[in-house]
């Protein structure tokens, strides 16, 4: 039995993200992918922006979270949790992506996935390599969250148990 991997044009979903949430129309949000992503290593775009700071936040926002998106839309999650894409921006050295879960109901946080990156330095060959670099991150925040989700469920549960007895809610 053979497997295959199936990978999504995540070029066309996080444009499609994009433009489903209002940030940018279908023209601008193809030319700001296609300029930022494809060509040659560092991307002078990001620096050159009259706020280098909050091009490189928007730039990992509109990357990363469409991936998060697509992973919470292959994971049944609890009503109660929810998912956050934080950055710490570096103008210098890596920025670090985080994605983290919150199960709800006063439950500690998971980290799904630490990303250090250089805004300027994510630049891909041609469209089959973005897709791979997105893929393979996608397929970490879902076994993640799957991983996460499983341990709060079993949290809660220990928690249920160890009420004492005379215990009154």
């Known amino acids: 039995m053979t497997t295959s991997v199936v990978s999504r044009n995540w070029i066309g979903y996080i444009a499609?993200?994009?433009?489903?949430n209002g940030a940018m129309?279908?023209?601008?949000?193809?030319?700001?992918?296609t300029?930022?992503?494809?060509?040659?290593?560092?991307?002078?775009?990001?620096?050159?922006?009259?706020?280098?700071?909050?091009?490189?936040?928007?730039?990992?926002?509109?990357?990363?979270?469409?991936?998060?998106e697509a992973a919470?839309?292959?994971?049944?999650?609890?009503?109660?949790?929810?998912?956050?894409?934080?950055?710490?921006i570096s103008l210098i050295g890596n920025s670090a992506v985080l994605i983290v879960y919150f199960p709800g109901n006063n439950q500690p946080?998971?980290?799904?996935?630490?990303?250090a990156v250089k805004a300027w330095d994510l630049i891909f060959p041609d469209a089959a390599g973005f897709n791979e670099w997105a893929e393979e991150r996608y397929r970490w925040v879902v076994d993640?969250?799957?991983?996460?989700?499983?341990?709060?469920?079993?949290?809660?549960?220990?928690?249920?148990?160890?009420l004492p007895a005379n215990a009154h809610l």
């Open 109 to 115: 946080h998971h980290l799904l996935l630490l990303d």
């Open 25 to 33: 129309p279908s023209w601008e949000a193809a030319e700001y992918f």
């Open 16 to 20: 499609e993200a994009s433009m489903s």
């Open 144 to 162: 993640a969250l799957k991983a996460a989700i499983l341990r709060s469920s079993t949290e809660a549960v220990d928690t249920d148990l160890s």
């Open 72 to 88: 919470t839309r292959s994971v049944e999650m609890p009503a109660s949790s929810m998912i956050h894409v934080f950055t710490d």
């Open 35 to 68: 300029n930022n992503l494809f060509g040659e290593s560092p991307n002078p775009r990001l620096h050159e922006a009259k706020a280098p700071y909050e091009a490189i936040y928007q730039f990992l926002h509109r990357v990363y979270s469409p991936l998060v």
